[in-house]
């Protein structure tokens, strides 16, 4: 498709064109990646990275300083050494060299060479094990060396314009959420009592989730199945963790959390204004992680996902924003998946589900005005508009064929805000304050539940949101209530805001903190930069549990009351600047400063990690 192209009709100009298209990058996990790139699959190999040289002839050199080392592209000094990258050239090359060595010499020595070379072609590998034992497989294997010796190896290496080693981007989901975080969550969870689980149960309870785009928290099941959970629960622990986890945390592990919370937030951030600012923050950002990881125990370079952050940053700098490159995105799909499987008698389901996508295809074919080529007339047909106009002009038929026009025709900026119906969160109508009556006549003053003020983002009462007042300064400010002002059938909508100052960096949470003002103002919901999310500050307020929190079954109250977290004070709390939501908000009125790792303390990082580990370095 990259060099020959294929026909099509084009409707807009009632012409025959030739479409071409290029693979630009492959997405997935890391056995996927390494079954694309023809290496190992990183596990346990010898050779675990795709993208660079980091390897080690034996499995007990894993333990060494030059192997942890390189694993942090770090070197002797302790100043960044980056390993030399993998050739996409190269890797083909030695493809093709190690199907010589087994059919040439034996396949004992095959084997040593894929281990020296870090090659697993599988496409290769089946042949010849397939050869081995069936003569048809062996006399096909033959033909296609005479015919064609490409197709006896990964048809990725035929790709124009694809490397192996830099168009396949570090994945996220698994590298970060199940990968670095589901170990740290996992370790950290397992070494608890039940009465300490007990206790983070209830302490998540009380976790408030505005301004986090959290559809809904299972306290109990993170806990208890965090074994099983997915990507998105990790996402939850991950901005709850400072919360509800330090407490229970040793100074070292909290030391990792508060690093690995610093670091998230920006992998996760998907919008970058300025790209070379962004990648000074993460590098150091990674820095920090690996570093409080490394002097913890070196033992952790047996997980290859935590070397893939090395090479995150690059991921970045050439495709954008991590989460444009996340495979998450594609889990959207399982619904027509589920859907089309729903109408099967489950003897031939792939045929059934393979049916109903012809099905899909066919009615988004004619429903959308395409063409197609009648063979008897010898002329393109398209159907009529009395047939288009049934899905165009019904918005209930686009809805049910799952066509959402609000993701097609997003609002502009300036049909912002507005009110939306909501019976989330706490409402207590209010008279009209005196501040919105102006001396105009016919002036309609109404008192709103939410308000939408972005595409994703939403403000209620107890909303903490950024608001620019003036260039050179922000203020932050607890929504107490929203206002719509109507005159003339023109509408303002106003907040009225509970002032906070931002003071000093909290050493518990190691996060910004924020002091109650004696202040209550009256904003332009237009003024208003975002949410953020706020954590009341429990550790300086010394918050015990008290049994105060209603249950509720089917959305109805069961009468049965558990404990939650009893905050003494509404004057102290904290900027969560763990939230994936709006990162660069947080930080931006955070102004939290990243540690810089000095090359001695990297030393000696690696050297702590060695001897934890329990193979401490004869001549540090």
């Known amino acids: 498709m990259g060099t020959t192209g294929y026909s099509a009709y084009d409707c807009g100009i009632c012409q025959t064109v030739l479409v071409s298209s290029v693979v630009l990058c492959f997405l997935g996990d ?13 596990g346990q190999s010898l050779n675990p990275c795709r993208i660079c040289t980091l390897s080690c002839t034996k499995k007990k ?20 050494c980056e390993n030399a990258p993998r050739s996409w050239q190269e890797t083909r090359d030695n493809s093709y060299h190690l199907h010589s060595v087994a059919t040439m010499v034996n396949m004992k020595q095959f084997d040593k060479e894929s281990l020296r070379l870090g090659i697993k072609d599988a496409i290769n ?18 033909d296609l060396m005479e015919e064609d010796e490409s197709r006896l190896h990964n048809s990725f290496f035929k790709l124009h314009a694809f490397d192996g080693v830099y168009d396949t ?21 397992s070494d608890l009592t039940k009465t300490e689980k007990d206790q983070l149960v209830d302490r998540l309870r009380s976790f408030d989730c505005k301004g986090l785009n959290i559809d809904s928290l299972k306290p109990k099941y993170l806990i208890q199945h965090i074994l099983s959970i997915v990507g998105r629960d990790f996402k939850v622990i991950l901005q709850a963790a400072p919360f509800v986890f330090f407490d229970f945390m040793t100074p070292e592990k909290k030391a990792i959390w508060v690093a690995l919370c610093c670091l998230t937030p920006l992998v996760f951030q998907t919008n970058i204004p300025d790209m070379a600012a962004f990648q000074i ?32 940053p690059d991921a970045i700098l050439r495709f954008g924003p991590a989460s444009l490159t996340s495979t998450e995105k594609f889990e959207s799909y399982n619904g027509v998946l589920r859907q089309a499987s729903v109408h099967s008698n489950k003897l031939a389901p792939g045929r059934d589900i393979a049916n109903a996508f012809e099905a899909y295809s066919t009615l988004k074919f004619v429903l959308s005005g395409g063409w197609i080529y009648d063979g008897s007339s010898d002329s393109w047909r398209t159907a009529s508009d009395d047939v288009t106009a049934f899905f165009r002009e019904s918005r209930e038929v686009r809805r049910a064929m799952g066509y959402n026009d609000t993701v097609v025709h997003p609002l502009g900026v300036s049909e912002y805000p507005y009110p939306i119906r909501s019976q989330l969160g706490d409402f207590t109508p209010e008279a009209i304050p005196p501040e919105l009556q102006g001396p105009w006549d016919n002036l309609e003053i109404i008192q709103c539940r939410r308000l939408k003020i972005a595409k994703h983002d939403d403000v209620g009462y107890g909303s903490f949101v950024v608001v620019q007042s003036h260039p050179a300064s922000t203020l932050i400010g607890k929504v107490l209530s929203l206002w719509q002002v109507r005159r003339e059938e023109v509408s303002e909508y106003y907040i009225k805001l509970q002032c906070y100052d931002v003071t000093t960096v909290d050493p518990h949470y190691n996060m910004r903190r924020l002091l109650r003002r ?3 103002t009256f904003v332009n919901a237009k003024d208003v930069q975002g949410t953020i999310n706020v954590q009341h500050n429990c550790q300086h307020g010394e918050c015990g549990l008290d049994q105060t929190k209603m249950t509720y079954s089917e959305r109805q109250a069961t009468g049965v009351l558990v404990d939650q977290v009893d905050h003494s004070d509404g004057d102290h709390f904290i900027i969560n600047s763990a939230s994936l939501h709006n990162p660069a908000l947080h930080w931006q009125v955070s102004k939290l400063v990243m540690p810089v790792i000095r090359p001695d303390e990297w030393t000696a990082a690696i050297l ?8 401490p370095v004869e001549d540090a």
């Open 125 to 142: 590998i089946r042949f010849l094990t397939e050869a081995k034992s069936d003569p048809q497989r062996k006399l096909q294997m033959e």
């Open 518 to 520: 004696d202040l209550v």
């Open 608 to 615: 702590s990690g060695l001897d934890a580990w329990g193979y």
């Open 169 to 189: 981007p570090v994945e996220v989901l698994h590298v970060i959420l199940l990968g670095v975080v589901k170990y740290m969550a996992r370790d950290f969870i």
């Open 30 to 42: 890391s056995p996927m990646h390494a079954e694309v790139t023809s290496t190992p699959n990183p």
């Open 61 to 80: 050199l894993k333990p060494t300083r030059d192997y942890v080392q390189k694993f942090l592209h770090i070197n002797t000094l302790g100043e960044e």
């Open 281 to 312: 923050q993460i590098r150091q950002a990674i820095d920090n992680f690996l570093f409080e990881l490394t002097k913890s125990t070196a033992q952790w370079v047996n997980k290859p996902k935590i070397h893939m952050l090395r090479h995150l």
